[in-house]
Each structure stands twice: as structure tokens, then as C-alpha cells.
């Protein structure tokens, strides 16, 4: 089945430590981005990536880095420089051009 | 940047009735969707409305963009419609970053 998956659902992190986020999608979507949501409100935009090898800052890019060595995976590194990062974390894609994204599940992370 | 506004923050609905959902934007835009997020987490792209009308079964949507103001329109509700409607709008010069509202949570009852 084509779609994106996303792991893990459930990650705790000590604080310090950095985590590793994972997005695949088999869709052959050439657009990548990251999205944080916190609890009752909207999705903001950690980074987004429309072409292999390239990748632009969302509106809160601090404390994360990303990469997109493959069109299929665009993973997202929470550093230990993000104040706040408890959160639902979630990837999507698209086509170029297009205006529509299709979403993963999500990744929980709480930070103990 | 632009400001997204979306009322009512919550709805309490029983199964059967009809509700409209508002979305407010502070500037022009040229890409406005509105999705649904269940209970769990998923998002699904419900809508890609900058502007007139569209409709898929019971919803229905419309983007008044001279007025800056859409409307969400879903008829008799079922248990299933519950989750969060969000409402999702791109600067008219960045078409992929969507500027999100903070959406209205809607429960429909049995």
C-alpha cells in the first residue's frame, strides 16, 4: 500500500539527548515537510524539502535539523537545543506542484 | 504574517444535525484546504478551497477570498465527523507554507 509511515509512534527522551524522527513515504512525492502540533492548537512548519538534497527553515526551525539524502525519507533530528520539545510531531508529502499533502500517523514525543 | 481564525473553538453536536464551520484570514491568499484530524492523530485533507464552492457528500465548503472568510459545511453529522476541523491558508508568495488555524474540536453525540 502507498502512504507514509512514520516511527515511532511513542518516543521519551531524556533531556540532553537528541532524537532521530523518521518519514518515509513510497508515493514518489517530490515535497517533504515537518510539522509541530502542541495541544488545542494548529500545526507550524519545522522545515520542508521540495527537491532531493535541498531543504528550507519553516517558521520554527530552531533546535531541529533535517536531512533528504532520498526522495522517500526526510528525517528530523530534535537537538538537545530545542527548549521544548513535548509534542506530536508530523511529516507529510506531496507532489510538486500540488497543493494538497497527505499526512503520516505522527510521532508523541515527551521529553522526561 | 497572516492570522487564521477559526470559530467556534468547540461543538457539541448529537448525530443527525447540521453544523457550520468558520475560518477568518487576515491577508489574500491563493490556497486555502481545510482537513479533519481523528481522535488518534490523522490528518486527512479535506477540502482545496481558495476560492467558490465544493462539495464531497455531506460536506461542503466555500471561500468568499474578496471577504477573506471560508465556510465548512457538513450535514447530517455522524459519530464518525468527531475530531478536529482545521483550517489552513499559503501566503499568496509561498504556496507550500500553510499558516494554520487552531481549528474547532466538534463531538458529535449518538
Known amino acids: 500500500d502507498g502512504g507514509i509511515t512514520q516511527s515511532p509512534k511513542y518516543l521519551f527522551r531524556k533531556e540532553g539527548q537528541n532524537v532521530t524522527l523518521s518519514c518515509e513515504q513510497n508515493?514518489?512525492?517530490?515535497?517533504m515537510y515537518w510539522y509541530r502540533q502542541d495541544p488545542g492548537q494548529g500545526l507550524r512548519l519545522i522545515y520542508y524539502?521540495?527537491?532531493?538534497?535541498?531543504?528550507q527553515k519553516g517558521d520554527i526551525a530552531e533546535g531541529y535539523s533535517v536531512s533528504r539524502e532520498k526522495k522517500e525519507s526526510f528525517p528530523l533530528t530534535v537537538t538537545s537545543a530545542q527548549k521544548n520539545p513535548t509534542a506530536f510531531y508530523l511529516c507529510?508529502?506531496?507532489?510538486?506542484?500540488?497543493?494538497?499533502?497527505?499526512f503520516g500517523p505522527g510521532t508523541r514525543l515527551t521529553v522526561l | 504574517g497572516i492570522q487564521v481564525e477559526q470559530s467556534p473553538p468547540d461543538l457539541i453536536l448529537q448525530e443527525g444535525a447540521n453544523s457550520t464551520l468558520r475560518c477568518n484570514f487576515s491577508?489574500?491568499?491563493?490556497?486555502l484546504q481545510w482537513f479533519h484530524q481523528n481522535p488518534w492523530g490523522q490528518l486527512i485533507n479535506l477540502f482545496y478551497?481558495?476560492?467558490?464552492?465544493k462539495q464531497n457528500g455531506r460536506l461542503s465548503a466555500t471561500t468568499v477570498a474578496t471577504e477573506r472568510y471560508s465556510l465548512l459545511y457538513i450535514s447530517s453529522s455522524q459519530t464518525t465527523d468527531s475530531g478536529v476541523y482545521f483550517c489552513?491558508?499559503?501566503?499568496?508568495?509561498?504556496?507550500?507554507?500553510?499558516?494554520w488555524g487552531a481549528g474547532t474540536k466538534l463531538i458529535i453525540k449518538p
Open positions: 491577508d489574500s491568499v491563493n490556497n
Open positions: 508515493l514518489n512525492h517530490d515535497a
Open positions: 507529510a508529502s506531496s507532489l510538486a506542484g500540488s497543493h494538497t499533502q497527505y
Open positions: 478551497i481558495p476560492s467558490g464552492t
Open positions: 524539502s521540495q527537491i532531493v538534497n535541498d531543504f
Open positions: 489552513a491558508v499559503a501566503r499568496v508568495d509561498s504556496n507550500y507554507q500553510l499558516i
